[in-house]
């Protein structure tokens, strides 16, 4: 009677396990993934000022500072040879 339980209560769990937020973790399933970087320690006390003055993480900060930097003139013509690379691969997958 007890093993039933324990089996039962073992199923249960491991159900709950294979089901749980995974599907809501971005990290898990690799819908917007992240890599480490370095970053300098005086600017990162910028970052963490902005990030708790806006009240927004600090990934998000950063990315939108790299966009903001990304779209400068300086590197127009880098990002769209990037871009260009990127269509090219994805065109010769399909």
């Keep these: 009677m007890a093993e039933d339980f324990l089996s039962d209560a073992a199923k249960g769990a491991d159900h709950a396990l294979k089901?749980?937020?995974?599907?809501?973790?971005?990290y898990k399933i690799n819908r917007n993934g992240s890599e480490t970087a370095?970053?300098?320690?005086d600017t990162l006390g910028e970052v963490r000022f902005?990030?708790?003055v806006t009240h927004e993480k600090i990934i998000n900060v950063l990315d939108d500072l790299i966009q903001i930097g990304l779209e400068d003139p300086k590197y127009k013509d880098l990002v769209s040879l990037y871009q260009k690379t990127q269509n090219a691969l994805e065109n010769s997958k399909k």
Excluded: E
């Excluded at 370095?38 to 320690?41: A, D, G, K, M, S």
């Design 50 to 52: 902005i990030a708790t």
């Design 38 to 41: 370095q970053i300098r320690t």
């Design 19 to 26: 089901n749980n937020d995974d599907a809501k973790n971005p």
